[in-house]
C-alpha cells in the first residue's frame, strides 16, 4: 500500500506540468456502468453550470528515454522515477471514483522504453477501467509520438478525447530542445485522428470557427510548412466501431487537442497565434493550450532559473485564442508585423480596437452581429441580446447594462442612437489611458501571493492557508485505501 502512494504522489506530481485537460464537448451515458462523462467539462475546472469538476491527473510513468531539455522528467534529470502496472493504476483510479473524490481520468505519460511499449500498457489499463471495472467516465488519453497507427486507433475506441502535445510553437525549437522528437511524428498521430473522425463523421469545429460548415464534408487542410503529411485513405482503422463488450463506441468523442510551451523558445505571440490558428484549421482541434514555461532547469539553451514564469503572457494568449474560435479573428488581424507580441496591459480585442481605431465608434442599432462581436466589452451572449431586441425596438444606452455589456469599456467603442458616450475625442491613446486607469489594470497585473494547486498530500495546516481556512473534506479526510 505504501508503494501505491508513494507512486501517486510522485507521478500526480510530474503531471501538474500537463495543462491539456478539459472534456468540454464529450457526452455519454453510463447504460448501467459506473461513472458518465459529462460535455460540461471535467478536470480541475468550472463547468457551464458553475460546478467545480476534478479528474486524477497523474502520469502513467515518469522513466523516459527522451532527454528533452525543457522537461522535469528528462533522462539526465535526477528525479525519483516510478511507474503504475496498468492494473494497479486502473484499480486506483475506480477507488478515487466510489469515493467521489474524482469524475474521471486524464492519462499523460513519459516514454518508457519505447513509444508501443508504453502505449501497450496504458492501452492495458483503459481496457481494464472500461471492460474489467465497467468505468463509462470521463477518459483523456495523450498519445505519444512515434506509437504504431493501430495501437493509436485501439487507444481512441476506449478513450473520450486524445490529445497529442505539438510542444513548441515552431519546429526549430522542437529540433533544438527537443532534439529526439520530430514534427514529422508528433503530426502523423494527430492526422490519424482527425481522418478517422472524419470517417465516422464525427468532427465539429472549435466554438464558432467552422460556423456555416460541414467539416465532415468540406474539410481542405492547410497547415502551411507542416502540409506534407497526406490524409490516411477512408476506412483504413475505421471498420465497426465496436467494443470488446459487444457495444458500438465511437473513437475520440470528445476529439482531440494539443498543448505548447510558451517562454521557452524566444518566439513571438504572432507565431505562437498562427501556429494555432494551423492547427485549428488542418486537424479540427477542440482546443490548442498553452504552459507558461516554468524555468526549473539550469540550461544554456533555457530561459534562466531566476525568469519570472510568463503567466499573464499566457493569459493573453488564451484570450487571442479565444477570438480565433469564437469571435471571428484570424491570426493576422489579432497581430501583425508591428506588433508581433500581445499587450500584457490590454486585453487582445481591445488592443485590436485601439489601433484599428478609424472603423469606431460603431452604431449599437446598425452594425451586424459580427461588427458588434468585435466592439470591446461586448460578448458573444451580449451581441445576440443586442441584435434580438433591435427587431422590437431600438437600443437605448440604459439598456445595454442590462444586456451583459460592460458599458465602461464598451462606451468608448460605440454610438447609440448617434450619441457618443466615451469624451470628446475618439484618440487611441486617450482612450488606452482611460481604460487602464478605471479598470485597475496596472494594479491586478502586480502578483500579491503565491497561487498552488489543491495537493492531495498537504498537510491540513498548509491547505487552510491555502484556502483562507476552507478545506474540502474529500481531502482533509481523505481515508487510507484499501485496494491491494
Not at 271 to 294: G, N, P, W
Amino acid at each position: 500500500m505504501n508503494n501505491i502512494m508513494n507512486k501517486l504522489k510522485i507521478l500526480a506530481d510530474s503531471a501538474k506540468y500537463d495543462v491539456s485537460c478539459s472534456s468540454s464537448g464529450g457526452g455519454s451515458k453510463n447504460n448501467g456502468k459506473i461513472g458518465n462523462s459529462h460535455s460540461a467539462g471535467i478536470c480541475h475546472t468550472w463547468s457551464s453550470d458553475g460546478r467545480c469538476i476534478s479528474l486524477l491527473k497523474i502520469l502513467f510513468t515518469n522513466k523516459c528515454v527522451y532527454d528533452c531539455e525543457y522537461c522535469i522528467n528528462r533522462r539526465s534529470n535526477d528525479v525519483e522515477r516510478e511507474s503504475f502496472e496498468p492494473e494497479e493504476l486502473a484499480k486506483l483510479t475506480i477507488e478515487f471514483y466510489k469515493r467521489n473524490y474524482i469524475e474521471g481520468l486524464f492519462l499523460s505519460s513519459a516514454v518508457e522504453v519505447s513509444p508501443d511499449y508504453t502505449a501497450e500498457r496504458i492501452l492495458d489499463c483503459l481496457k481494464l477501467l472500461r471492460n474489467k471495472y465497467g468505468f463509462a467516465g470521463y477518459i483523456h488519453a495523450k498519445i505519444i509520438p512515434g506509437i504504431s497507427p493501430e495501437l493509436l486507433h485501439e487507444i481512441g475506441m476506449v478513450a473520450d478525447r486524445l490529445s497529442v502535445n505539438i510542444e513548441m510553437p515552431t519546429e526549430e525549437a522542437l529540433k533544438r530542445l527537443a532534439p529526439q522528437k520530430t514534427l514529422q511524428a508528433i503530426i502523423r498521430p494527430m492526422n490519424q485522428i482527425t481522418t478517422t473522425m472524419l470517417d465516422q463523421k464525427s468532427l465539429k469545429g472549435p466554438g464558432n470557427m467552422f460556423k456555416g460548415k460541414d467539416v465532415n464534408q468540406d474539410l481542405k487542410g492547410y497547415l502551411g510548412d507542416y502540409s506534407g503529411i497526406n490524409y490516411l485513405q477512408p476506412g483504413g482503422f475505421g471498420g465497426a466501431l465496436t467494443t470488446e463488450s459487444g457495444t458500438r463506441r465511437k473513437f475520440a468523442p470528445a476529439g482531440q487537442t494539443t498543448q505548447m510551451i510558451i517562454g521557452a523558445s524566444g518566439e513571438t505571440d504572432r507565431q505562437i497565434v498562427a501556429t494555432s490558428e494551423k492547427l485549428y484549421h488542418q486537424f479540427i482541434m477542440k482546443r490548442v493550450y498553452f504552459s507558461a514555461y516554468i524555468p526549473i532547469i539550469s540550461s544554456s539553451l533555457l530561459p534562466s532559473t531566476l525568469t519570472t514564469p510568463p503567466l499573464i503572457r499566457e493569459h493573453r494568449l488564451y484570450q487571442a485564442d479565444w477570438l480565433l474560435r469564437f469571435y471571428g479573428f484570424s491570426a493576422e488581424e489579432i497581430l501583425d508585423d508591428a506588433n508581433p507580441n500581445l499587450d500584457l496591459e490590454m486585453d487582445p480585442k481591445a488592443a485590436w480596437a485601439l489601433r484599428n481605431i478609424e472603423k469606431f465608434p460603431m452604431e449599437i442599432n446598425k452594425v451586424s452581429l459580427e461588427e458588434l462581436m468585435r466592439i470591446p466589452g461586448i460578448g458573444e451572449i451580449s451581441a445576440r441580446r443586442i441584435v434580438r431586441q433591435r427587431r422590437v425596438a431600438s437600443i437605448q444606452y440604459e439598456d445595454l447594462k442590462k444586456m451583459g455589456v460592460v458599458v465602461k469599456r464598451a462606451r468608448f467603442f460605440l454610438t447609440c442612437q448617434g450619441k457618443y458616450y466615451g469624451g470628446k475625442d475618439i484618440v487611441a491613446e486617450t482612450i488606452r489611458g482611460q481604460v487602464l486607469l478605471q479598470e485597475n489594470i496596472r494594479e491586478k497585473m502586480t502578483l500579491t501571493g503565491e497561487e498552488n494547486q489543491l495537493s492531495m498530500f498537504k498537510s491540513e495546516k498548509d491547505l487552510k492557508i491555502e484556502t483562507g481556512g476552507e478545506i474540502w473534506p474529500a481531502i482533509s479526510t481523505m481515508p487510507a485505501l484499501k485496494v491491494f
